[in-house]
Structure formats: structure tokens, C-alpha cells
């Protein structure tokens, strides 16, 4: 009996050594790779870096090269929504390349309206080929960045933006023009060629003189 509880003792001593020594620790924190989260296979995003959010951008020119994908354009442009899609409806069946074009322009307006998740699913129906129209183009680029969210570099390069040409607002006003009555007429402008030469003046010597004319007062009815 002595023997075995010697023994047991010994036991008893041992294993509270080892637990005192760290023999029997679990991992420490300290060995998990930097930013490891608690939960396997979860990860803290590092410190002081934020991930690019890339939103819904068109830039403004003029879409006269195509006037049905130009007037969704427009709207979308001046951030009708409502209007973008009214032009989509009635101008998608003349549609230059309507496989691409036409879910294209509806995920645009999607984006417009803040729907990220309906413009997702109409641009997986975008059957893309490149576009040398340059509006058509940035339709492209403007609605991969956001869905794909991705810079739109990573979508190739546009053709120049064509600048918008000066409308009706943009004419001088009338107001402002010279008033036509008031601008001089060249006709009634007298004439310096007309006008007496002092120096071609008549001599007074060569003016007749009065007391040579006819007598109109002596008549020959006094008789003698």
C-alpha cells in the first residue's frame, strides 16, 4: 500500500510540474500570423487600407453620331432616371447593336436608380464587341467599373469625347446686337464730292449787277 501511494504521489508530483513549466500550454496568440482572426479562415483587413469604391460616372458630349443610344445617354447624363429608361423603350428597336447595346444601356439606368444587383444581371447579357462611337463606349466602361469594381482602365480605351456644340442659349442675345435704325445709311450719308469747292466759289466780280437789269418802275406810258 506504501509502495502505491508513493507512487501515486510522485505522479501527482510530476504532472504539476509540467503544468507550472508550460509543458502543457495551448498555442500562444502570439504565433498567429498578423491580422489571423480568431475563427479559422477569417481575416482582419490591414490596418489603415480601405478598399476603392468605384461608382457610376459618364462623361457629358455630344451623341449626335447616334441619336437612339444618344437620347438614353443624355438622360443619363442629367440624372433623369425616369427619362433614360422612357428613351430605352422607345428607341431600343433602332438600336445599333441591340445584343450589346441594349442590356448595356438598361444597366445604366439600373445604376442610375442605385439598383447595383439589377444592373449585375442585365450586363451578364451584354454580348460586348468594341464600340468605335465614343459614348458607347464609356456606357461600357462606366457600368464594368461598378459591377466588376475594377478602375475603368481595365476596360480598354474610348474614342476622344466630342464636345458639345453651342445651342440656342449659347447665341448672342439680341438685346445686346446694334440697333439697325440706329446704324448710319451709306445713302443718306451726304456726299463730299457733291459738296461746293470754296475754291470754284463764283468772283464777285462776275456777279451781274443790279442796277444793269430792267427798270420795271420807268415805263414808256408817260407821254411828253
Given at each position: 500500500?506504501?509502495?502505491?501511494?508513493?507512487?501515486?504521489?510522485?505522479?501527482?508530483?510530476?504532472?504539476?510540474?509540467?503544468?507550472?513549466?508550460?509543458?502543457?500550454?495551448?498555442?500562444?496568440?502570439?504565433?498567429?500570423?498578423?491580422?489571423?482572426?480568431?475563427?479559422?479562415?477569417?481575416?482582419?483587413?490591414?490596418?489603415?487600407?480601405?478598399?476603392?469604391?468605384?461608382?457610376?460616372?459618364?462623361?457629358?458630349?455630344?451623341?449626335?453620331?447616334?441619336?437612339?443610344?444618344?437620347?438614353?445617354?443624355?438622360?443619363?447624363?442629367?440624372?433623369?432616371?425616369?427619362?433614360?429608361?422612357?428613351?430605352?423603350?422607345?428607341?431600343?428597336?433602332?438600336?445599333?447593336?441591340?445584343e450589346a447595346n441594349v442590356?448595356?444601356?438598361?444597366?445604366?439606368?439600373?445604376?442610375?436608380?442605385?439598383?447595383?444587383?439589377?444592373?449585375?444581371?442585365?450586363?451578364?447579357?451584354?454580348?460586348?464587341?468594341?464600340?468605335?462611337?465614343?459614348?458607347?463606349?464609356?456606357?461600357?466602361?462606366?457600368?464594368?467599373?461598378?459591377?466588376?469594381?475594377?478602375?475603368?482602365?481595365?476596360?480598354?480605351?474610348?474614342?476622344?469625347?466630342?464636345?458639345?456644340?453651342?445651342?440656342?442659349?449659347?447665341?448672342?442675345?439680341?438685346?445686346e446686337s446694334p440697333d439697325?435704325?440706329?446704324?448710319?445709311?451709306?445713302?443718306?450719308?451726304?456726299?463730299?464730292?457733291?459738296?461746293?469747292?470754296?475754291?470754284?466759289?463764283?468772283?464777285?466780280?462776275?456777279?451781274?449787277?443790279?442796277?444793269?437789269?430792267?427798270?420795271?418802275?420807268?415805263?414808256?406810258?408817260?407821254?411828253?
Amino acid at each position: 500500500m506504501k509502495t502505491r501511494t508513493v507512487a501515486t504521489v510522485l505522479a501527482m508530483c510530476l504532472t504539476i510540474g509540467a503544468c507550472k513549466s508550460g509543458t502543457f500550454e495551448g498555442p500562444d496568440a502570439g504565433d498567429r500570423p498578423d491580422g489571423a482572426s480568431t475563427r479559422a479562415g477569417q481575416q482582419d483587413p490591414p490596418a489603415g487600407k480601405q478598399r476603392t469604391k468605384y461608382g457610376f460616372t459618364l462623361p457629358v458630349g455630344n451623341t449626335a453620331v447616334d441619336v437612339h443610344e444618344g437620347a438614353v445617354y443624355d438622360e443619363l447624363t442629367d440624372g433623369d432616371c425616369s427619362g433614360a429608361q422612357t428613351a430605352l423603350d422607345e428607341n431600343k428597336e433602332n438600336f445599333s447593336n441591340p445584343e450589346a447595346n441594349v442590356p448595356l444601356f438598361q444597366a445604366g439606368v439600373y445604376l442610375c436608380r442605385k439598383d447595383v444587383a439589377a444592373a449585375k444581371s442585365e450586363y451578364a447579357k451584354v454580348v460586348w464587341t468594341e464600340s468605335e462611337i465614343w459614348f458607347i463606349c464609356e456606357m461600357h466602361r462606366a457600368v464594368g467599373t461598378v459591377v466588376k469594381q475594377k478602375p475603368k482602365s481595365a476596360f480598354g480605351g474610348c474614342p476622344p469625347v466630342l464636345p458639345l456644340t453651342p445651342g440656342p442659349e449659347d447665341s448672342p442675345d439680341p438685346a445686346e446686337s446694334p440697333d439697325p435704325a440706329s446704324t448710319p445709311d451709306p445713302e443718306s450719308t451726304p456726299d463730299t464730292e457733291s459738296t461746293p469747292d470754296p475754291g470754284q466759289t463764283p468772283d464777285s466780280g462776275e456777279t451781274p449787277d443790279a442796277g444793269s437789269g430792267t427798270d420795271t418802275g420807268s415805263g414808256s406810258g408817260s407821254g411828253s
